[in-house]
């Protein structure tokens, strides 16, 4: 169960650390200004995650940079000073790894920020620079400050704050793979590629993975991929499963029939190998996203999305204040600091994800079980499938609408006979199975897990 952070947002731990000119902590985020986040802070609020019962981390990038957003990189090798130090980061993996949770870092390898070093060579030294060929150079001299996006190289998405390495130079390679090596060195669980796709080459990444598994084989990798796309499981462990998001979030705002939905769930289990469905990244958001509570607009439906994800094969994401209902639109308003003052909390929300996070670790058939479609009801709007492992099934029954809903499921095939009494996890009440069909009544945008 992942938790994702953007350190200058989640706590500040130590304020002698802070940018000039910092911004009061909950101050409206905007694409320049920094709150103080760093990892002392994580480090402090560990108890928070903990007690949520995360088993891993996702970090955005923590890197030397200029941004607040840390994906224009200076310095692959050094921690962000407005984080903190090494010290503090390797202080930060052994209190993780002591309490069983792994970090991944974020690796931004298709372009890095004008600071670095290569890059600042070849501002200084024109066709001179022996970093030249580290980068896409169109012309000299190459202008890379004042308005307008860059022509004299190639940039990502034409930002001239992010110049776009030559990944087909062998020194390039190199170095990328070195600071993968590093990192894994030092003990990170893994790396979330950032953009791989603008990185065309699967050879590339191919020996990117076989550098990281040969430091660590259980190391995990996880590719930014927007699409549903096999191509990419060959090199990374997962991918970032918007497919899968656009799926939940449609069933519970009624833009995707029950119908669709159900097809899009097997469909996306169908087009990778099982290891790999097994191993995808699921989240509702990221910081790249509208926050789900904003876009679902109700604590009832992100329950019910929560309860959804959970119950779905892959790896489950809490991206950072989504468990207590933070609000937020397109980057940078979803980026906001974490409120610490639990008056601000919804607190019934972080229980609720609580409570699915611990029944997780508890049923193995919620993770390893092979995922069995049973019904959908297009009028009414509901759907239900099972979480089979051995003799241990877990029945998902969900209503996508406003209106209570009876359902009636078949459930021979669960092994569920006439007469058995199940009961649901997440509220403990009861339902009869009857003949081969269990009965069932859900609220509005409820959501049950029966066992």
């Known amino acids: 169960m992942f938790y994702q952070i953007f350190p200058d947002r989640f706590a500040n731990g130590d304020p002698h650390n802070d940018p000039p000119n910092v911004a009061p902590w909950g101050s409206r985020p905007t694409i320049w200004n920094f709150m103080g986040g760093d990892l002392r802070g994580i480090l402090q609020r560990l108890d928070y995650l903990l007690d949520l019962g995360i088993t891993a981390i996702y970090l955005n990038p923590i890197f030397h940079s200029s ?7 200076y310095d692959y090798y050094r921690i962000d000073p407005k984080l903190g130090t090494l010290a503090d980061f390797q202080a930060l993996l052994a209190a993780c790894h002591a309490n069983g949770v792994r970090v991944i870092l974020d690796g931004v390898f298709n372009h890095c920020g ?19 060929d580290w980068f896409h150079i169109k012309r000299f001299p190459v202008r890379a400050y004042g308005d307008g996006q860059a022509e004299d190289y190639e940039a990502w998405w034409g930002f001239k704050s992010l110049p776009k390495f030559n990944t087909n130079n062998p020194q390039v390679r190199r170095y990328i793979f070195e600071v993968a ?27 990117f993975r076989a550098v990281v598994k040969a430091e660590n084989p259980d190391a995990y990798l996880i590719g930014e991929i927007w699409t549903a796309d096999p191509r990419w499981t060959r090199s990374f462990d997962g991918l970032m499963n918007y497919p899968l998001r656009e799926a939940m979030l449609g069933l519970l705002d009624g833009t ?39 876009l679902l607009g109700s604590a ?47 607190a019934d929300l972080r229980s609720w994800i609580q409570r699915l996070i611990a029944l997780r670790k508890r049923h193995a058939s919620l993770r390893r079980g092979e995922f069995r479609w049973l ?42 006979e006439d007469g058995r009494i ?29 066992h």
Not at 114 to 132: I, M, Q, T
Not at 405 to 416: F, I, K, S
Not at 427 to 449: F, I, K, M, Q, Y
């Open 422 to 450: 199940v009961r649901d996890l997440l509220n403990g009440e009861e339902a009869l199975v009857s003949g081969d069909t269990l009965h069932l009544t859900l609220p509005p945008w409820g959501v049950r897990w029966l």
């Open 300 to 346: 009832e439906k992100v329950k019910a999305a929560f309860a959804l994800l959970f119950a779905y094969p892959g790896a489950p994401t809490v991206y950072y204040g989504d468990e207590i209902g933070l609000e937020g639109g397109k980057d940078p308003d979803n980026r906001c600091a974490f409120p610490w003052e639990r008056s601000a909390w919804d």
């Open 375 to 416: 019904a959908h009801d297009n009028q009414r709007r509901t759907v239900a499938w099972a979480r089979v492992l051995g003799t241990e099934a877990v029945l998902v029954a969900a209503n996508a609408s406003p209106t209570r809903r009876h359902l009636h499921l078949r459930v021979a095939d669960l092994g569920w």
């Open 114 to 132: 004008r600071g670095f070093f290569a890059f600042s060579d070849v501002l200084e030294n024109g066709e001179h620079s022996p970093y030249k």
């Open 181 to 207: 090596r590093y990192w894994v060195r030092q003990g990170i669980d893994g790396w979330r590629l950032d953009v791989p796709n603008e990185i065309d080459d699967d050879a590339f990444w191919e020996e």
């Open 256 to 294: 995707l029939s029950p119908e669709a939905f159900g097809n899009r769930l097997q469909e996306l289990l169908r087009l990778y190998p099982r290891d790999r469905a097994y191993a995808m990244y699921n989240l509702l958001g990221s910081h790249d996203t509208e926050r789900v509570r904003t």
């Open 67 to 73: 941004s607040n957003h840390r994906y224009n990189t």
